[in-house]
């Protein structure tokens, strides 16, 4: 029995051993536990791959949000790159010699605390009556802006380029003749005009109206400006020439003259400017350049008159109806060395056969522009209006017009 018991308790340790063996294998796994583990994992593929399909495709849901988002603040950088004041006294250095004192007031009132040039002339007899800022008045001259618009003007109209009834397609949806594209300075009207002319034939007449050349007989110190000598086509060529005067260097002296030309039909005087009682007593006017442009500067006046009733040029708008017309062309551009903005404004007004030729040349900053150029020279036609300089420079014409004149100059 004892032998039989010991047998039995060296079976029982062996058996305890065995189990016990960390090298035994674990018994294989079933088939279900397989299939199912599978199963699973397709699953899980399958799922991934139907996500990323789906966030290609479908918009991304947003998660709702109590907190109430704020749009972006924009603000708006200007780079600004003009070196010229927008406001000055504009008297520093003038001579008053010879000037006539009330033109002078009224000129240097409207003017304001502008950086900038006034002249006054008779465009009857090329006479200067003033100049405010006479330095800037005879500088090497600046880019005319819109100005040279009233060159094209007269070269399209002379030429048979356009008619006052000739409507041009200024855009897809758009057309506009000569009245509405001087009152509204369009630049695609000009441009169109421009080409059809050629580089050659818009040169011509800008000589011919006083560009490139110097206006004055004997002006002191005045400058001759310039006319570019081929296309500028590396600044937008002919057609850009044509309406915002690019290559070309205008002097407010040009311009009055200019002016005085058109006033005049075509009679082109040199600008004179006396400075003594001498001077001032032997004054006779003196006939530079003629053209005979009655008929062109008909067609064009409704578009000058045009700018300042409705047009680019309102605020030289006159008051009232007794106020004797004003006929303008505004100018707004940078020159092109971006050294300054500027304002031009070229104008003249009619009382009987009397014209006042009126330029204002503003520069500065973004302040500057066409449009206050012309409330400037409206306010030196005002001024005098209130002043009844009309009447009383010229007194034969006040007694041939009457108390029709007189009611006119005292508003």
């Known amino acids: 029995m004892n032998a039989h018991k010991l047998i039995l308790a060296v ?25 199912a583990v599978k199963s699973k994992t397709s699953t899980t593929k ?9 966030s290609k495709t479908a ?58 040039s006034v002249i006054v002339s008779d465009a009857a007899t090329g006479r200067i009556l003033s100049i ?29 380029v356009i008619t006052p009834e000739t409507s041009l397609k200024i855009s897809r949806r758009e057309r ?12 695609p009207y000009f441009q169109i005009v421009g080409r059809e002319l050629g580089f050659e034939k818009v040169v011509y007449y800008a000589r011919m109206m006083g560009v490139g050349e110097k206006a004055g007989l004997n002006i002191q110190d005045e400058q001759a400006g310039t006319l570019p000598e081929a296309d500028p086509k590396s600044m937008g060529g002919i057609g850009f020439m ?35 009682p001498a001077e001032l007593e032997t004054f006779t006017p003196q006939v530079k350049r003629q053209m005979e442009l009655g008929a062109i500067v008909d067609q064009m006046r409704p578009g000058m008159e045009g700018a300042v009733e409705w047009g680019s040029g309102q605020r030289a708008r006159r008051t009232s109806e007794s106020d004797e017309p004003i006929f303008g062309k ?26 006042l030729v009126v330029v204002v040349l503003l520069t500065g900053g973004r302040p500057v522009s066409g449009p206050v150029a012309s409330g400037v020279a409206g306010g030196v036609y ?15 014409l006040a007694q041939l017009l009457g108390s029709s004149l007189a009611s006119c100059c005292t508003q």
């Open 11 to 35: 079976v029982c340790a062996g058996a305890s051993i065995l189990m016990a063996d960390p090298a035994r294998k674990p018994a294989p796994k079933t088939t279900a536990s397989k299939s």
């Open 46 to 54: 399958t799922s991934s791959k139907k996500a990323v399909v789906s």
């Open 59 to 116: 918009k991304p849901v947003r998660k709702a949000s109590t907190e109430k988002r704020k749009a972006p603040v924009r603000r708006r950088t200007y780079r600004q790159t003009w070196t010229e004041p927008t406001f000055a006294d504009s008297t520093i250095g003038d001579r008053v010699e010879g000037e006539d004192l009330v033109v002078r007031r009224a000129a240097v009132e409207a003017l304001g605390p502008y950086n900038g």
């Open 132 to 160: 405010v800022n006479q330095k800037l008045a005879m500088s090497s001259g600046f880019t005319p802006c819109s100005t040279i618009k009233l060159v094209t003007s007269v070269a399209g109209l002379v030429e048979g």
């Open 176 to 187: 506009m003749t000569l009245t509405t594209a001087l009152a509204r300075s369009n630049n």
């Open 242 to 276: 044509c309406s915002h005067g690019i290559g070309v260097d205008l002097t407010p002296l040009q311009l009055s003259a200019m002016l005085g030309m058109i006033a005049n039909n075509g009679t082109l005087n040199w600008l004179q400017y006396p400075r003594t």
């Open 330 to 355: 505004t100018g707004t551009c940078t020159h092109r060395d971006q050294r300054t903005h500027l304002g031009w404004f070229g104008s003249f007004n009619q009382v009987g056969d009397r014209k």
């Open 382 to 396: 005002r001024i005098l209006n209130g002043q009844n300089f009309y009447a009383s420079a010229v007194p034969e």
